[in-house]
């Protein structure tokens, strides 16, 4: 009897074989995360990685989500730090959320906070890249923080479905409160939306790669400022956690600006460093009332049931989850934000 794992493998096989690509062998990859599997693609002369879908995080149909994933790579790309996409395989019965072939990238987890300045750099590469006459299929709202104000309320929604205390409910809802209605320059530019450190790989000539694009758009660059330094990102991932000083945080702040030919106030910045917080806290609340249903067999969209994943990555999951959602870090966290805005 073939193993999951064995079908996976099988399965991948017969649809790069249907697509007519060539490759040596595959190696599949450590299951670390909750929206991918990966498949390494040895190949003669550039190495490349499958990267097939377990759920949408953008709650699309899985035809949709492929187009979008791809036009995240296909855009950032051109910053010159991202994989660059060299095709899709379509969605089919043998794969019912498609796959994506991307560049493999021979590197290191990035290290904080000595690999900072080179991931200031690499977010620079991405905001800096012109705004396209048409932004389809990636979001581009005409005003990105009502947008991501909107998006944070929809998730916080989650809070009395989650089983928390009065209390914690009672927090975050005091620092959803604290967002600003408006902000004094809140002009677009491609963002991540994903850029917690574990989604960088340092390569040999030292340069910072963002690997994982599914959520880019056209938003705010204080999003993916603070989805790097945040507390609740620096400590997420297993192999590459740190906590970072407040002089760190500003130390990196003041990199990507002096990068940039134009940088947000730092009430802009600040405000959005708390909405990505927010985001990240509503989440966590999401999660930890989704995990446990059944898996969505019909691959409509979001699905984060723990049958998609590794144990020991719900685990991990599961760990942080109540971590961020205790009174103790919540405070933590909004110590910072009182004391950066006047830092930067």
């Known amino acids: 009897m073939p193993t999951p794992l064995e079908v996976r493998l099988q399965t991948l096989e017969n649809s790069l074989q249907q697509a007519g690509i060539t490759y040596q062998s595959l190696s599949p990859m450590a299951d670390t995360g909750l929206a991918h599997d990966h498949v390494?693609?040895?190949?003669?002369?550039?190495?490349?990685?499958?990267?097939?879908?377990?759920?949408?995080?953008?709650?699309?149909?899985?035809?949709?989500?492929?187009?979008?994933?791809?036009?995240?790579?296909?855009?950032?790309?051109?910053?010159?730090?991202?994989?660059?996409?060299?095709?899709?395989?379509?969605?089919?019965?043998?794969?019912p959320r498609g796959g994506l072939l991307v560049d493999a990238i021979d590197g290191r987890l990035a290290q904080l906070p000595e690999d900072l300045p080179c991931i200031a750099d690499t977010l620079a590469s991405l905001h800096q890249l012109p705004l396209p006459a048409h932004p389809a299929p990636l979001l581009a709202p005409a005003d990105p923080w009502q947008a991501m104000c909107e998006e944070v309320s929809r998730q916080a929604e989650w809070l009395e479905k989650a089983d928390l205390s009065g209390a914690v409910i009672s927090r975050v809802r005091d620092e959803l409160n604290a967002l600003p209605v408006t902000l004094p320059d809140a002009e677009r530019c491609l963002i991540s939306f994903d850029t917690h450190p574990g989604n960088f790989l340092m390569t040999a000539e030292g340069r910072a790669i963002l690997v994982d694009l599914e959520k880019c758009r056209y938003g705010l660059p204080g999003i993916d400022l603070a989805h790097t330094s945040l507390?609740?990102?620096?400590?997420?991932?297993?192999?590459?956690?740190?906590?970072?000083?407040?002089?760190?945080?500003?130390?990196?702040?003041?990199?990507?600006?002096?990068?940039?030919?134009?940088?947000?106030?730092?009430?802009?910045?600040?405000?959005?460093?708390?909405?990505?917080?927010?985001?990240?806290?509503?989440?966590?609340?999401?999660?930890?009332?989704?995990?446990?249903?059944?898996?969505?067999?019909?691959?409509?969209?979001?699905?984060?049931?723990?049958?998609?994943?590794?144990?020991?990555?719900?685990?991990h999951v599961r760990d942080r989850v109540e971590h961020y959602l205790s009174l103790p870090i919540i405070e933590r966290v909004h110590s910072e934000l009182k004391h950066l805005q006047t830092a930067l």
């Open 231 to 315: 507390y609740t990102s620096t400590t997420w991932d297993i192999n590459s956690q740190a906590v970072l000083t407040l002089d760190e945080v500003v130390a990196f702040y003041q990199r990507w600006q002096a990068r940039m030919a134009k940088s947000p106030s730092a009430e802009t910045l600040v405000a959005c460093r708390r909405a990505t917080w927010l985001w990240s806290l509503t989440w966590c609340a999401k999660w930890r009332a989704q995990h446990l249903h059944t898996q969505d067999t019909a691959h409509r969209g979001q699905d984060w049931s723990a049958e998609l994943t590794d144990a020991a990555v719900i685990e």
């Open 40 to 95: 390494w693609m040895h190949r003669h002369g550039d190495d490349w990685v499958a990267r097939l879908p377990k759920q949408s995080q953008m709650d699309l149909a899985p035809a949709d989500n492929l187009a979008y994933e791809a036009a995240c790579y296909e855009r950032a790309s051109q910053g010159g730090h991202v994989p660059r996409l060299h095709g899709t395989l379509p969605v089919s019965d043998a794969l």
